[in-house]
């Protein structure tokens, strides 16, 4: 299976964010090879979502919520991503603020 790098992909997704008129910006750029990729999204409404980028026993790609629940408070959001890259800090991290909440990667 072909692996698209990082860059490549965050690239893609800022574009398309773009095109479908979702607010959405890079705030950390990562390793551009095979950096570990997280989307902030805030859906407007004092609901945030941290999803990670993860890899499936099959191969296949996977979005994951990594926060203790599915909606966190700002705060929490921004502490659980200050803490992924203090582990890991060739990330990148994607900040959608978007009223549907849409990820920006689960393009069609």
């Known amino acids: 299976m072909t692996r698209v790098k990082s860059a490549i992909l965050v690239s893609a ?7 479908e008129l979702i607010d959405c910006v890079l705030v950390h750029r990562g390793d551009a090879d095979a950096g570990a990729i997280f989307v902030h999204i805030d859906a407007r409404d004092g609901r945030h979502q941290i ?4 890899l499936d026993f099959d191969g296949s790609y996977n979005w994951q919520v990594i926060t203790s629940t599915e909606w966190v408070d700002a705060d929490t959001a921004k502490t659980r991503l200050d803490r992924e890259l203090a582990q ?4 990148f991290v994607v900040e959608v603020s978007d009223p549907a909440a849409r990820n920006p990667f689960l393009m069609p």
């Open 13 to 19: 997704a800022l574009r398309y964010a773009d095109k």
């Open 88 to 91: 890991d800090p060739d990330a």
């Open 51 to 54: 999803l990670a980028r993860s």
